[in-house]
Nanobody, 122 residues
Framework: HVQLVESGGGSVQPGGSLKLSCVAS????????MGWFRQAPGKERERVAH???????TIADSMKGRATISLDNAKKTLYLQMNSLKPEDTAMYYC?????????????????WGQGTQVTVS
């Protein structure tokens, strides 16, 4: 069982930056697909960024050029650096782990979730 704990959310002005962190209870390097998702009130959960077990990263079109996903293997920590934030980026951001190393983007394919960290841009 994987436990995930996010942090780093907060309130920023448009154009600002935030770096989210997600600490895992187990070694995730080369074992899991890790992803960041977000969900705004009244909207479906959507993907933001993923990193697979080989280190290949993908960024959703909505965040392309503004977000970077990375993994610190020693710290068992996943990061999401977000720049040039917009009001439409306001949402609860979740870290998730998929037991298989390759990534799919459907949230239902991820078995493990953190509690979320709120990002507000206004």
């Amino acid at each position: 069982h994987v436990q995930l704990v996010e942090s780093g959310g907060g309130s920023v002005q448009p154009g600002g930056s935030l770096k989210l962190s997600c600490v895992a209870s187990v070694v995730i390097y080369r074992r899991y697909c890790m992803g960041w998702f977000r969900q705004a009130p009244g909207k479906e959960r959507e993907r933001v960024a993923h990193i697979d077990s080989d280190g290949l990263t993908t960024i959703a079109d909505s965040m392309k050029g503004r977000a970077t996903i990375s993994l610190d293997n020693a710290k068992k920590t996943l990061y999401l650096q977000m720049n040039s934030l917009k009001p439409e980026d306001t949402a609860m951001y979740y870290c998730a782990a998929r037991k298989f190393g390759y990534c799919v983007y459907n949230p239902q394919a991820f078995a493990y979730w953190g509690q979320g960290t709120q990002v507000t841009v206004s």
